[in-house]
Nanobody, 129 residues
Framework: QARLVESGGGLVQSGGSLTLSCAAS????????VGWFRQAPREDREGISC????????YYGDSVKGRFTISRDFGKNMVYLQMTNLKPEDTGIYYC??????????????????????WGQGTQVTVSS
């Protein structure tokens, strides 16, 4: 059974850092486009950082550009999100997601979320001011 499991969320002060991890099981994550999505309180879920298979293209949303870094560990079925200089507006539930490879795509399109094959259950990140 295919699963994505996030970890690493928690409570952090403004300006602090966290690294989220996402472990895939039941399928080969290396063959998928992957991304991180965030749902802030009372907001829709949005894609904040996504990378295509083989790391051909990476996308960062304007709100996280320069502060967050997405990476994946090929062969270990893992994807990470390093978050630095966290702000209260980064508070939300963070979801890992995977989209099966198809036609050539971009990280930005993956972050639209239209073609996601698997979602994690989410991990809460709270940034205090």
């Amino acid at each position: 059974q295919a699963r994505l499991v996030e970890s690493g969320g928690g409570l952090v002060q403004s300006g602090g850092s966290l690294t989220l991890s996402c472990a895939a099981s039941g399928f080969d994550l290396d063959r998928y486009h992957v991304g991180w999505f965030r749902q802030a309180p009372r907001e829709d879920r949005e894609g904040i950082s996504c990378v295509t298979a083989h790391d051909l293209d990476t996308y960062y949303g304007d709100s996280v550009k320069g502060r967050f870094t997405i990476s994946r560990d090929f062969g270990k079925n893992m994807v990470y999100l390093q978050m630095t200089n966290l702000k209260p507006e980064d508070t939300g539930i963070y979801y890992c997601a995977a989209e099966m490879q198809g036609d050539l795509t971009t990280g930005r399109r993956v972050c639209l979320g239209w073609g996601i094959s698997y979602w994690g259950q989410g991990t809460q990140v709270t940034v205090s001011s």
